[in-house]
């Protein structure tokens, strides 16, 4: 296959080669960035590649049959993935996700599941490894990916209506499939299975009371995202954010329901749950309520770049240390060192002034980090 020339304009192109101080450091779970934040939780992106086109993550127009997609020497292998993996879980990292793109896409992905269910804490625990998808070719492999490790799955849905998922998907796959998806990954134990729904107001808000009735009692745990500024590509307007407590309000007024404790410091969801059955939604408040302060997350993009923040402009090449021969102990101090000057806190900002941080740089887009 030939390799394409990628544009200049490229948000991949902008990396920055980690420094590895001279004094190396052993992990110590213990990690902090600039503003007392942990490492709990690495989202590894293992293609750029999708399926779909969501309209607010890869609008056909721009991932077309021309669009660059990373040619297969620039992935990270299992083994190199895995290798980084291990650095992360010594530093404290107890959360794995596989995400993309799609990840199913990727080919042979339940080996690297395999490779990466077996690290374990230095405690020896084993750390809690989900995948989130599109949920297309999940009825297929969900029994695989059980059997190779994985501990549970994320589901994105966004409506139930077929004619509005097929304009949210743009490639005209029907709900039915992504159903029969979620119904094979509970049958094997990939649970408890959460449904991601993205709101884009305009386009799927009339899907909010459907999806919340059709989820209520069942064994899936419905959430609900605001649609995000996330990349360069999606068009993204702040009229089209269907704030979460409109969600709140309007399943509410239908449905009663009250707020509970989070499950744990640092996570997205706000959780809420229907007073008369108990069964629970979650909102994810990422533009109206920035939930920056107790961010403990690290992705890893496709390519091997660190990013610190899902709206970073630049990464860190993990790749070029590791091909460039540094050993583990190299690869720590580099991430160490990295995660201590860690001080972003994009959607805080951008919620403090209403208006957009300065956006000139250009976004690296979710298909290409995960979200
Ligand atoms: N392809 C898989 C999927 O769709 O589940 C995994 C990758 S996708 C980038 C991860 C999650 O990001 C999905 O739940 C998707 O809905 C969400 N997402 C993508 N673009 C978004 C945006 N602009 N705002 C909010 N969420 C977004
Ligand atoms: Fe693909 Fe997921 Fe992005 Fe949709 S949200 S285009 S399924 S990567
Ligand atoms: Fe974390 Fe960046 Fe999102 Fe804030 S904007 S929650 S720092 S990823």
Known sequence: MSERIIPVADH????????VPDVLEEPDGLLQDALARPLHDLRISVTDRCNFRCVYCMPKEVFDKNYAFLPHSSLL???EITRIAKVFVAHGVRKIRLTGGE?????DVERLIGMLSVLTTPEGESIDLTLTTNGSLLARKARALKDAGLGRVTVSLDALDDAVFKRMNDVD????????GIDAAHAVG?????????VKGGMNDQEILPMARYFKGSPFILRFIEYMDVGASNGWKMDEVVPSAEVIR???AEMPLEEIEPNYTGETAERWRYQDDGSEIGVISSVTRAFCRDCSRARLSTEGKLYTCLF???GHDLRALIRGGRNDAELATAIAHLWRRRADRYSELRTASTTMPDTAVRKVEMSYIGG
């Open 12 to 19: 991949r192109l902008l990396s920055t080669a980690p420094e």
């Open 77 to 79: 292998s299992f083994e």
């Open 103 to 107: 990840p199913l896409l990727r080919k």
């Open 173 to 180: 796959f029907a709900v039915s499939d992504v159903l029969k």
């Open 190 to 198: 990939l649970g408890p299975i959460k449904v991601n729904m993205v």
């Open 250 to 252: 309007r399943i509410g």
């Open 312 to 314: 970073a402009t630049s």
